[in-house]
């Protein structure tokens, strides 16, 4: 059976067509399964009807032209029901509804089984057979429920090929066709797609010698040239737009040009004798595969960046080049992996979106596109990319969705949040230099999360009164190697005296999990769970220690440093920390540096920590929730997966409880409790934060003005009863629709903005 079930799906997924793919699946299951009848509906989303699209055993005409309610006869019934239904005499259940123009009435014994694609029902897979059958047994409903199981992302495929071209699999007109994925950068973009491809094929290389090393290795050079040029050209066109610390993206592209590097591994092999073009392709695939095979998310997007690389190349050995494009003035750059030049290739005023099919907010991409303000989806499933180009998409960075044939309704509703966004930003400007305190007096500090020297411009012109997370992985990630100790001070520098008098909570080294280094390779089976954090540069004290004294260094007469320990899950590991801290501090200042001994503080963001507050608070100055990865280590969901992604909840019951016994510990042990993380930047979030008792809310910059607007216009004990009935709810859906309904209440309508995920009614 498994052999068979293999041929089945590997001619489908060759069928040029939607008709052709179902063609196949009644005609191999029916001689499979040697019954009399195999056939498929689909579920119509416009008309809400099960469409009879393809059979083998019933009459042909009745093809397109039978279809049936939602809920009506035994198709339906599966639908419904969502599982499979098995009947030895069909015709006499209560459900059953007879269609001469299919000539079944000879078949009674009926099997249907639901197709299922991301929790919704595309179809029903039926066979029957006639009254001389016998019910059919287990192994085959189990055999139909696999055939079901493994066709359904090719008929999702095929049908969303449809769709796109503005199509239903019925041939009607087809709107508001979406696909989720997930959220790269915030915002809305509205716009044309322009679909890029990449300028040459490394795959199609074929295994060829060379008779002129030199010629070839001249060639090869040439073209290493021409690509390190146009890379350079990218960076200059952003360079308006970031800052030196973004545009050190490009340098680790160019570095992979090195001698040392890509092109010196592709001119051994040349002088062995292979062609330059066969040379490269194995390299680039050496080179990819290696980190393909990395479980870390950061790691395997590095073989994104090899494989853009060689095509580039590759490209110019056979004199291709670079392609001349027109970018209309509203372009939404999409392929099928995004890469930092092909975003270089549009000038910057007509970009206004990105969407990459593969890829995740840990990308280069995501972090530049984060830096220059772009709406940008990322990680999308089931997109037919080559039906994608030239056609008017909307772009949601908020909620990680990307619409086509959008109706005149959905570009409305989106056009509304464009200019609301823009008004809203604009109108909140007056408030960017008041507190952040609430009607009845009750102050809450206005931090900002920040990374990249962008963040600091965009913190400081909104009105951030310091930094409650500031990364200080990132200058380690966009370079070949670990920064020296001169290169770490001058980034610690920028930081505190951008945000001095202010804190700038400095959280160490964080790698492991969705953050590697390319220079310092983690592979685990689960990293999230693994090697990362705190317990990384506890085993590693010599690059704790060197990133201790460039930030005591950096601090030296500004006194704003705060330094703070990720992914604690013990006491030991604070007590460890603090003994390296101390001794660093000692010695610094013995080196004649006049500096204040800092705060430090922990993370708490894994459940064991929850239930440690006390225990840690007795150890350190300050305590902060990073809530992203609390939430997903309490709810095991990961976020940056669109498999699960819509099962992260930052208001599910189970969160909002560990929130508040945070606060209640923190309280108790008498030290400041501040939280950064994407709950902060919620309007909601934030009112049940402040109820909570958080002293600070730590956030991205651009969410820093609506997040104050809304505590400056609410009392404390609003906001206490609100929580107090929130606290009692027992779902997250529930929770949030009874924030909103108050915030509205509240006059806050404008702060809001839901989901559209209701429309997606064609995916």
């Given at each position: 059976?498994?052999?068979?079930?293999?041929?089945?799906?590997?001619?489908?997924?060759?069928?040029?067509?939607?008709?052709?793919?179902?063609?196949?699946?009644?005609?191999?299951?029916?001689?499979?399964?040697?019954?009399?009848?195999?056939?498929?509906?689909?579920?119509?989303?416009?008309?809400?009807?099960?469409?009879?699209?393809?059979?083998?055993?019933?009459?042909?005409?009745?093809?397109?032209?039978?279809?049936?309610?939602?809920?009506?006869?035994?198709?339906?019934?599966?639908?419904?029901?969502?599982?499979?239904?098995?009947?030895?005499?069909?015709?006499?259940?209560?459900?059953?509804?007879?269609?001469?123009?299919?000539?079944?009435?000879?078949?009674?014994?009926?099997?249907?089984?639901?197709?299922?694609?991301?929790?919704?029902?595309?179809?029903?897979?039926?066979?029957?057979?006639?009254?001389?059958?016998?019910?059919?047994?287990?192994?085959?409903?189990?055999?139909?429920?696999?055939?079901?199981?493994?066709?359904?992302?090719?008929?999702?495929?095929?049908?969303?090929?449809?769709?796109?071209?503005?199509?239903?699999?019925?041939?009607?007109?087809?709107?508001?066709?979406?696909f989720k994925g997930v959220a790269g950068a915030p915002g809305v973009a509205i716009g044309r797609s322009v679909v890029i491809y990449p300028s040459a094929d490394l795959d199609a290389v074929p295994d060829e010698d060379t008779d002129d090393i030199n010629a070839e290795i001249k060639h090869f050079e040439a073209s290493i040239d021409s690509v390190r040029e146009d890379i350079k050209q990218v960076g200059l066109r952003l360079a308006s737009k970031l800052r030196p610390e973004e545009q050190a993206l490009f340098d680790v592209y160019l570095g992979m040009l090195d001698d040392n590097a890509l092109a010196g591994e592709v001119i051994r092999l040349i002088r062995e004798g292979k062609n330059a073009q066969w040379s490269l392709r194995k390299v680039i695939n050496d080179y990819a595969s290696h980190f393909e095979m990395m479980s870390d998310a950061y790691l395997r997007e590095r073989a994104i960046d090899i494989k853009d690389l060689g095509t580039r190349i590759l490209g110019y050995l056979q004199e291709n080049g670079q392609?001349?494009?027109?970018?209309?003035?509203?372009?939404?750059?999409?392929?099928?992996?995004?890469?930092?030049?092909?975003?270089?290739?549009?000038?910057?005023?007509?970009?206004?979106?990105?969407?990459?099919?593969?890829?995740?907010?840990?990308?280069?991409?995501?972090?530049?596109?984060?830096?220059?303000?772009?709406?940008?989806?990322?990680?999308l499933t089931d997109v037919p990319l080559s039906q994608l180009d030239k056609k008017e998409v909307i772009v949601d960075g908020y909620n990680g969705d990307l619409f086509t044939s959008p109706s005149p309704e959905l570009l409305g509703y989106y056009q509304s949040i464009v200019a609301e966004d823009r008004e809203l930003d604009e109108s909140l400007q007056h408030i960017k230099n008041l507190p952040c305190e609430t009607i009845d007096g009750h102050r809450v500090c206005a931090w900002v999360n920040t990374g990249l020297m962008a963040d600091v411009l965009r913190s400081l012109d909104q009105g951030a009164e310091g930094v409650g997370l500031y990364r200080t992985e990132v200058p380690f990630m966009i370079n070949e190697r670990f920064p020296s100790e001169q290169e770490q001070i001058i980034c610690y520098r920028e930081q505190l005296e951008a945000f001095a008098p202010n804190h700038v909570t400095m959280r160490t080294?964080?790698?492991?999990?969705?953050?590697?280094?390319?220079?310092?390779?983690?592979?685990?089976?689960?990293?999230?769970?693994?090697?990362?954090?705190i317990r990384v540069t506890l085993d590693h004290p010599e690059i704790f220690l060197v990133q201790m004294r460039a930030m005591l260094k950096a601090s030296e007469g500004l006194d704003n440093l705060r330094i703070m320990l990720p992914m604690v899950s013990n006491v030991n590991e604070v007590e460890e920390a603090l003994h390296l801290i101390y001794r660093e501090y000692h010695e610094v200042c013995a080196e004649?540096?006049?500096?204040?001994?800092p705060q430090v503080g922990v993370m708490i963001e894994v459940p064991a920590a929850v239930y440690q507050v006390k225990e840690l608070a007795e150890r350190v100055d300050f305590l902060s929730v990073g809530s992203n990865d609390l939430t997903q280590y309490l709810l095991a969901v990961d976020r940056n997966n669109p498999r699960v992604a819509s099962l992260y909840h930052s208001f599910h019951p189970a969160v909002l409880q560990a929130l508040y016994r945070i606060a209640q510990d923190s309280r108790e042990?008498?030290?400041?409790?501040?939280?950064?993380?994407?709950?902060?930047?919620?309007?909601?979030?934030?009112?049940?934060?402040?109820?909570?008792?958080?002293?600070?809310?730590?956030?991205?910059?651009?969410?820093?003005?609506?997040?104050?607007?809304?505590?400056?216009?609410?009392?404390?004990?609003?906001?206490?009863?609100?929580?107090?009935?929130?606290?009692?709810?027992?779902?997250?859906?529930?929770?949030?629709?009874?924030?909103?309904?108050?915030?509205?209440?509240?006059?806050?309508?404008r702060y809001l903005r839901p989901s559209r995920a209701s429309s997606d009614k064609n995916q």
């Open positions: 059976m498994l052999n068979m079930l293999r041929s089945i799906v590997q001619e489908v997924n060759s069928a040029v067509d939607l008709d052709e793919a179902l063609s196949i699946i009644v005609t191999r299951v029916q001689e499979v399964m040697e019954t009399q009848v195999c056939s498929v509906y689909l579920l119509d989303g416009t008309s809400n009807r099960y469409v009879l699209m393809g059979t083998k055993g019933l009459n042909d005409d009745a093809v397109g032209r039978v279809s049936l309610g939602y809920s009506e006869g035994l198709v339906g019934l599966v639908g419904v029901r969502e599982e499979p239904i098995n009947l030895e005499h069909a015709q006499e259940h209560e459900r059953y509804r007879y269609f001469p123009e299919t000539g079944e009435e000879r078949f009674e014994s009926f099997l249907g089984v639901p197709i299922m694609h991301h929790k919704k029902v595309l179809g029903v897979i039926v066979v029957q057979q006639s009254t001389s059958r016998r019910r059919f047994d287990e192994g085959e409903e189990a055999f139909l429920v696999t055939v079901s199981a493994q066709l359904a992302g090719v008929i999702a495929h095929t049908e969303a090929t449809k769709f796109i071209a503005g199509v239903t699999a019925t041939g009607e007109k087809a709107s508001d066709v979406s392609e001349v494009r027109t970018f209309p003035d509203d372009t939404v750059l999409v392929s099928d992996e995004l890469t930092a030049t092909m975003l270089g290739e549009v000038p910057v005023e007509k970009l206004k979106g990105l969407v990459s099919i593969k890829g995740s907010g840990s990308s280069h991409v995501a972090i530049l596109a984060r830096a220059m303000g772009i709406p940008t989806v990322m990680g080294l964080d790698i492991g999990g969705d953050k590697a280094l390319s220079y310092f390779p983690i592979t685990e089976e689960n990293p999230f769970l693994g090697w990362r954090g004649g540096y006049d500096v204040a001994m042990a008498g030290v400041q409790l501040s939280i950064c993380g994407e709950l902060a930047g919620d309007p909601a979030g934030a009112v049940l934060l402040t109820a909570m008792g958080y002293d600070a809310l730590s956030m991205n910059a651009s969410n820093l003005l609506k997040v104050k607007s809304v505590i400056r216009g609410i009392d404390l004990s609003w906001a206490k009863q609100l929580l107090e009935q929130v606290l009692m709810l027992d779902s997250p859906y529930i929770v949030r629709s009874t924030l909103d309904l108050a915030l509205k209440d509240a006059g806050f309508n």
